[in-house]
């Protein structure tokens, strides 16, 4: 069974900080993907990392794929309120169809 | 383009009624995946489809059936409602292929049930 830690579980700072969120496993996956869910609502995808070492920016959002393609962070450069969310990991391993998804990093970015 | 459609979004259940919940996807996708989510479980596999007229058990499937008669419906059924089933429900689409975003998921809004 593939299993993906997610690491802080809970998170609260103040508008401007910085913060990384870590996703870590003993497995190997073929892609990783990073979600965000506010309250009430489904998931929506943010970004795939699909290669070992793997950079990706999506505006203050800085996602990364580690070497072995193991593990992945998400960095958020001056948080701001909106970034408010629960964040979600997700492994897909190689012919695997299915996600294996973290427990979530809560995040709460105050004002 | 509605994309995820789940219906409906609230439910209480007493214990021992079924029910069925819709998803419904406009994007012809192959893959159909059901989760339950609860506090400080995360998102948990109930039933999935690679396909229409396959599907398979998740990771806890116990008092759920499905069926995958069209690509674009997937129905989740719930036998005999039990306190311990109170959860939001998504259902979930991917594009399926080869392709390395073949499992990126689109969720519906969800439906939060409670069985009293």
């Known amino acids: 069974t593939q299993l993906l830690e997610q690491s802080p579980q809970f998170l609260s700072i103040q508008e401007g900080e910085n913060l990384t969120v870590y996703c870590n496993s003993s497995?190997?996956?073929?892609?990783l993907q990073w979600y965000r869910q506010e309250p009430g609502e489904g998931p929506v995808l943010l970004v795939t990392?699909?290669?070992?070492?793997e950079v990706k920016k999506l505006k203050r959002l800085t996602f990364q794929f580690g070497d072995a393609r193991k593990d992945s962070s998400l960095h958020i450069t001056a948080a701001q309120p909106g970034d408010t969310g629960l964040y979600l990991c997700?492994?897909?391993?190689?012919?695997?169809?299915?996600?294996?998804f973290g427990k979530g990093t809560l995040l709460t970015v105050n004002p | 383009n509605a994309g995820v459609t789940q219906t409906p979004k609230f439910q209480v259940l007493k214990t021992g009624q079924s029910m069925t919940l819709q998803c419904a996807q406009d994007?012809?996708?192959?893959?159909m995946s059901w989760y339950r989510q609860d506090p400080g479980m995360g998102l948990r596999l109930i039933h999935y489809?690679?396909?229409?007229?396959?599907?398979d058990q998740g990771e806890v499937p116990n008092g759920y059936n499905v069926s995958r008669s069209t690509t674009e419906d997937f129905p989740l059924r719930l036998l005999s409602a039990a306190p311990s089933q109170t959860s939001v429900y998504f259902c979930?689409?991917?594009?399926?292929?080869?392709?390395?975003?073949?499992?990126?998921?689109?969720f519906g809004q969800g439906t939060r049930l409670t069985v009293v």
């Open positions: 979930a689409s991917s594009p399926g292929g080869t392709l390395t975003w073949n499992t990126e998921a689109f």
């Open positions: 997700a492994g897909a391993g190689g012919s695997n169809y299915k996600l294996t």
């Open positions: 990392v699909v290669t070992g070492g």
């Open positions: 994007m012809n996708h192959e893959y």
């Open positions: 497995s190997v996956f073929s892609s």
């Open positions: 489809s690679v396909g229409a007229g396959i599907t």
